[in-house]
């Protein structure tokens, strides 16, 4: 009887032990701290200095982009407020939405719903702008 309970405890011995030394996800070469956060190892320091380096190289060695967008026009029918800062304007294409400013209100609250314009705008991060709009 004492000879079982040696086996078994050396098994939930065994078991317990090869349960701690699990495998994980880590890549080789990564470490992780007991909270979760990545630790970096001098190999990884050296990688991204060496990005680093590369990307200000780069942006040294590149001219600077133009920071003015480029002015578009087009004509349309408009066709009313959204809300207090965008309006559709029937196109060619379809509806589309376009942001407006401060400078632009009194115009657009003068328009009529289906009158024909023509419009200015440029594009910023996905949008539409308005910069200037005119009865056609």
């Known amino acids: 009887m004492e ?3 040696r086996i078994v405890g050396v ?4 078991t317990a032990l090869m349960t701690g030394c699990g495998t994980t996800t880590e890549e080789p070469g990564e470490q992780t ?5 990545e630790q ?3 190999e990884d320091t050296e990688n991204n200095n ?7 190289t780069t942006e040294e060695g590149t001219p600077e982009e133009d920071a003015t967008p ?8 408009y066709s009313g ?9 029937m196109v060619e294409d379809g509806p589309q939405a376009f942001q407006f400013n401060e400078d632009l209100k009194e115009k657009i609250e003068s328009l009529e719903i289906d009158t024909k314009i023509t419009f200015t ?7 539409l702008y308005l910069t200037d709009i005119q009865e056609k």
């Open 3 to 5: 000879e079982w309970k």
């Open 11 to 14: 098994i939930l011995l065994a």
């Open 33 to 37: 701290a007991e909270d979760g956060t």
């Open 40 to 42: 970096l190892t001098s």
């Open 50 to 56: 060496e990005d680093a380096t590369e990307e200000e």
């Open 70 to 77: 480029e002015q578009k026009k087009g004509e349309g029918t």
């Open 81 to 89: 407020q959204a809300d207090g800062h965008t309006i559709e304007i």
């Open 121 to 127: 705008y440029e594009e910023k991060d996905g949008a």
